[in-house]
């Protein structure tokens, strides 16, 4: 059996995203705020919540050395535009965030890609391997499991933890008024994870996202919640038995993060996905920048073709 070759050493992160060229592209609905370096296969990484694109910004410079690293904000998150989303809250959709994603690849020549996505990110992953499979090259998805399956699989320990899910799905503008009251306090308690706490992030990524954490931002972020628990369920309801991921899938979460306490992330998974590698980490619910030298090395394998546990 062929041996895999070591991991090259993380590039230690001096600033954000050092070495990305930034750029803004107009997609079939939105502005997206874009951080691009490196050649080779071209790789998509997309963030979380209440993140931006410099979450990655640990392990974006490392993978740079053997992919096209393309990082972007999200339709309404960072420096990414704030479309309407509709009274259907469509606009938001896991779907409509992956267009602008296929949209952004396009403009840069990307017509096959791999994806790796944390948190929201990874359910647009998801969305947009089922919509597109024959774009998509291989799919990596930290600290989540399937849409529908969290939302016919609740329990009060994951409900206690994630209350934000139904909180942020209310009509509006009922949360945004009572976020929009106090966003500092609020972004340093969503990301104080139990067990974890904020010394994961480096002051300068903070700051980021507090900086980012506008009354817009945190109004979009509210209709991304109104779609996933309305248009998205259904998409994966219909989807539910009938699509699957077709490509090399690869899951990851945190053994101190509300996935691992509180579901079974590769049978979860199974569900979707046939090729599929999975395992936990030591982390909590933010596992790039909590341990980047866990996901580069798995990333840095799994999106080579090598195995990667």
């Given at each position: 059996m062929a041996i895999a070759e070591a991991v090259p050493e993380l590039v230690p992160s001096t600033r954000l995203m050092e070495g990305f060229a930034r750029h803004r592209i107009k997609t079939r609905g939105a502005e997206i705020n874009v951080a691009t370096a490196g050649e080779g296969p071209p790789l998509l990484l997309i963030h979380g919540n209440p993140l931006t694109l410099v979450s990655w910004h640990k392990v974006a410079p490392s993978l740079a050395r053997d992919f096209s690293v393309v990082?972007?904000?999200?339709?309404?998150?960072?420096?990414?535009?704030?479309?309407?989303g509709g009274e259907d809250h469509s606009g938001y959709s896991f779907r409509a965030i992956g267009e602008d994603a296929f949209d952004v690849m396009d403009a840069l020549g990307h017509k096959t890609f791999a994806v790796a996505g944390h948190d929201r990110g990874a359910r647009v992953g998801f969305r947009m391997c089922?919509?597109?499979?024959?774009?998509?090259?291989?799919?990596?998805?930290?600290?989540?499991?399937?849409?529908?399956?969290?939302?016919n699989n609740i329990t009060l320990g994951w409900a206690r933890e994630s209350y934000h899910w139904f909180f942020m799905a209310q009509k509006a503008p009922f949360p945004e008024k009572l976020l929009g009251a106090d966003?500092?306090?609020?972004?340093?308690?969503?990301?104080?994870?139990?067990?974890?706490?904020?010394?994961?992030f480096t002051p300068e990524a903070m700051e980021e996202y507090i900086r980012c954490a506008t009354p817009e931002q945190i109004h979009a972020v509210c209709e991304d919640y109104r779609a996933t628990i309305t248009v998205d369920l259904d998409m994966d309801t219909a989807d539910y038995g009938k699509r699957r991921i077709a490509c090399p899938t690869l899951?990851?979460?945190?053994?101190?993060?509300?996935?691992?306490?509180?579901?079974?992330?590769?049978?979860?998974?199974?569900?979707?996905a046939d090729d599929l590698?999975?395992?936990?980490?030591?982390?909590?619910?933010?596992?790039?920048?909590?341990?980047?030298?866990?996901?580069?090395?798995?990333?840095?394998?799994?999106f080579r073709g090598e195995p990667v546990a």
């Amino acid at each position: 059996m062929a041996i895999a070759e070591a991991v090259p050493e993380l590039v230690p992160s001096t600033r954000l995203m050092e070495g990305f060229a930034r750029h803004r592209i107009k997609t079939r609905g939105a502005e997206i705020n874009v951080a691009t370096a490196g050649e080779g296969p071209p790789l998509l990484l997309i963030h979380g919540n209440p993140l931006t694109l410099v979450s990655w910004h640990k392990v974006a410079p490392s993978l740079a050395r053997d992919f096209s690293v393309v990082a972007i904000d999200m339709r309404g998150y960072g420096d990414s535009s704030k479309p309407y989303g509709g009274e259907d809250h469509s606009g938001y959709s896991f779907r409509a965030i992956g267009e602008d994603a296929f949209d952004v690849m396009d403009a840069l020549g990307h017509k096959t890609f791999a994806v790796a996505g944390h948190d929201r990110g990874a359910r647009v992953g998801f969305r947009m391997c089922l919509d597109q499979p024959q774009r998509i090259t291989r799919y990596a998805a930290l600290d989540i499991v399937p849409t529908h399956h969290v939302l016919n699989n609740i329990t009060l320990g994951w409900a206690r933890e994630s209350y934000h899910w139904f909180f942020m799905a209310q009509k509006a503008p009922f949360p945004e008024k009572l976020l929009g009251a106090d966003l500092d306090y609020y972004m340093r308690y969503k990301l104080n994870k139990k067990g974890v706490g904020l010394d994961i992030f480096t002051p300068e990524a903070m700051e980021e996202y507090i900086r980012c954490a506008t009354p817009e931002q945190i109004h979009a972020v509210c209709e991304d919640y109104r779609a996933t628990i309305t248009v998205d369920l259904d998409m994966d309801t219909a989807d539910y038995g009938k699509r699957r991921i077709a490509c090399p899938t690869l899951v990851i979460w945190g053994d101190n993060s509300h996935c691992g306490r509180h579901f079974k992330p590769v049978e979860a998974w199974s569900e979707w996905a046939d090729d599929l590698v999975g395992f936990s980490v030591p982390t909590g619910h933010y596992p790039a920048e909590h341990r980047p030298d866990l996901i580069y090395a798995a990333f840095y394998r799994f999106f080579r073709g090598e195995p990667v546990a």
